[in-house]
């Protein structure tokens, strides 16, 4: 009825919205009452609501991970959000209920009420405009957040803006901000009217608002419910993160293995990095392409000089499976190396052909990384090694990067050396004289589960590896990024023409 | 019949109302009389344990009240206070009923109810029910608050300067209604104020107070013809000055 995107962000709100206020309202209430409480419980939500949005979500991650709960998917997703609602609640109810006029509270003693009949006779009903005013602050607080619920792989509106970010499907981006802003009014407004009904006592608001919130509830309850239920039966969960060669190669995974064992698939888009290493690990993702140096670096902690690919595919492999419980399928076939790119005419100009003879420059040059470079050791590698020292540095959106860099906003990026743009946008890559950086195998990674529970699957892989060389890659990317295929399409007609072993 | 016996409030080291003592018996109409922070309005809310006591007891027919339940006890206690502080939220009916809808009683019962106190207090019934305090002028207002203290038909009332807000005119036409419905229920009241005329006009007996203690208790006409001390003359010499001053000017103008 409703795409699937839609459904998920209004389940998302609709559920730690209500989390929400079932916990601040009385905990406000209380908070209200209690003087010490009242600092902290202000205190640690302030705390809470400091934390970009983005980085509360994913830590949600690791933590529920080391406890043995869902680590990807709904559970981080509304903790995450529930978390980040209370604060105007709970600030709300404290000061409605405190900010009511001492007058009203005496006569409410005088007259021989209880405290509770004071609280929910008088200091309630006079406080309730200011608590309402704190749901719907927070209420649009939540829908804007929820849209970040996508790389923690909770599907929402934010898969529109992530995916069509990457893929530079600006309608796919409006379309996700426009639907949460359009969901963000709608709940507001339906809020509002429930306060007016309620403050004015009209019988036909508070029932037509509520029969909608039921409906909206129920149908959100309706289709959250069997996913409850089915967490035995569960669909093999592929992860993709956040840029075109992980959507079609996820695709394909999910494809390959429909076809080879009949089995349910389904695609967790966008995750971040980190976020589906953790959650394969814990086994709430199954399977999803990686790249060897990525592990080597970031999780391993090595550094990359001078490493041979199959002594580091090797390595990866053994670590893996002793360290962390994945299994390594095989290599794809390919390798995307982190590599620094420049305007062809530019590179010519100033003679620059290794990364060695771009040092002298550097000084001069503004260098551009998507969101992960700067922090990663590969970076400091490449700084030390090189002693490369930049006019100053700038991140940014990978997708945006290419675009800054044609337009000379920037002079040398970080690129993904089967990105398609790099051809298309006529860039120059700069060979890494002094092999600083490791070889980045794509390998496909698979969780022990999904080993023990289900070899079929792991076979279906198997029977990829080595089937996708670097140039076929980059055409693929190329036929999303610049053709504006989908990923989908993309990944269907691959798996068609080049199928390595025809269904059974 | 209410009995304050030795009652003291401290704040700190300071005694807002030191051991004071008094006797109020039924049906009768005792006002205490002082400037403000004379521990007047301390007083009337140990009464019904708004404010705890230090030290004393205050007892209401035999019964010490520390006995009773807070809130049991302040159903049976008519309040109003300067402020009125009817429920900005709640119909006129509500707000007068808000007692016996405590007390448990049912809704027929106390529409019933809320039109016999809102028309003892001289509101009609019809016009005023279902609307909403802001409505209302000042004197309307201070009416339903009597009405809402009277619901539960209280065996005492208790008035905080309940006229200290309104206009001159509109405070003396509920002073009349006050003093009528008082003759007629046969209240036992503790009235506060700092206006020894309107003491003068309501009172049985008047409690003059100063820095928590009592300096003199009296009638009216006790006060009057025999202050006990400069303090007392000081506060019975201005009403009697004016009356004097109104007399002169009914005298020199001939007949009215």
Known sequence: MLPANLTGHIQLTLVAMVLGVAISVPLGILAARVGWLQQFVLGAAGIVQTIPSLALLAIMVPILAAINLQSIGYLPAIIGLTLYSTLPILRNTVIGITGIDSVYTEAARSVGMTSLQQLWRVELPLALPVIVGGIRTSTVWVVGMATLSTPVGATSLGNYIFSGLQMRNYTAVLVGCIAAALLAQLLDTLIRWLEQGVRTRKRVPVVVVLLIFGALYSWAGASLIPRWFESDTRPITIGCKTYTEQYILSEILSRQIAARTGLETTVLSSLGSTVAFDALRAGDLDVYVDYSGTIWATIMGRDGTSQDRDEVLHEVDRVLADAYDVQVVGPVGFENAYVLAMRRDDAAAKNIRRISDLVRHAPRLVMGGDYEFFGRPEWTSLRDQYALEFESQRTMDASLMYQALAQSEVDVISAFSTDGRISAFGLTILEDDLAVIPPYDAIILVSNRLRMENPKVVEALADLVGTIDADQMRDMNLAVDREGRTPAAVAADWLNVLRPIPPR | ?256
């Open chain 2, 1 to 256: 019949m209410i009995k304050l016996e030795q009652l003291t409030k401290a704040y700190g080291d300071r005694n807002v109302v030191d051991q004071l003592s008094l006797t109020v018996k039924r049906s009768e109409l005792v006002v205490l009389l002082g400037t403000s922070g004379c521990g007047k309005t301390t007083t009337l809310k140990m009464i019904n344990r708004l404010i705890e006591p230090t030290a004393g007891s205050v007892c209401i027919d035999g019964v010490d009240i520390s006995h009773f339940e807070r809130h049991e006890l302040r159903r049976k206690i008519g309040y109003v206070f300067q402020q009125v502080g009817l429920f900005p939220h709640m119909t006129i009916t509500e707000n007068v009923g808000v007692t016996l809808s405590l007390l448990g009683w049912s809704d027929t019962r106390i529409h019933k109810r809320v039109v016999e106190v809102l028309e003892l207090v001289e509101l009609d019934p019809g016009v005023m029910r279902n609307r909403y305090p802001t409505t209302l002028s000042g004197g309307e207002q201070q009416r339903v608050g009597f009405a809402r203290a009277l619901a539960a038909e209280p065996s005492l009332m208790l008035l905080d300067e309940p006229f200290g807000a309104l206009d001159p005119i509109t405070r003396d036409r509920l002073q009349i209604s006050f003093s009528r419905i008082r003759q007629q229920l046969s209240l036992t009241a503790i009235f506060v104020t700092h206006d020894f005329t309107e003491a003068l006009v309501l009172a049985d007996r008047i409690v003059v107070m100063r820095e928590g203690c009592i300096v003199q208790i009296g009638t009216p006409r006790d006060l009057i013809t025999k202050p006990i001390d400069g303090f007392v003359k000081r506060m019975v010499s201005t009403p009697i000055r004016q009356a004097k001053v109104v007399e002169a000017l009914l005298a020199s103008g001939g007949a009215v």
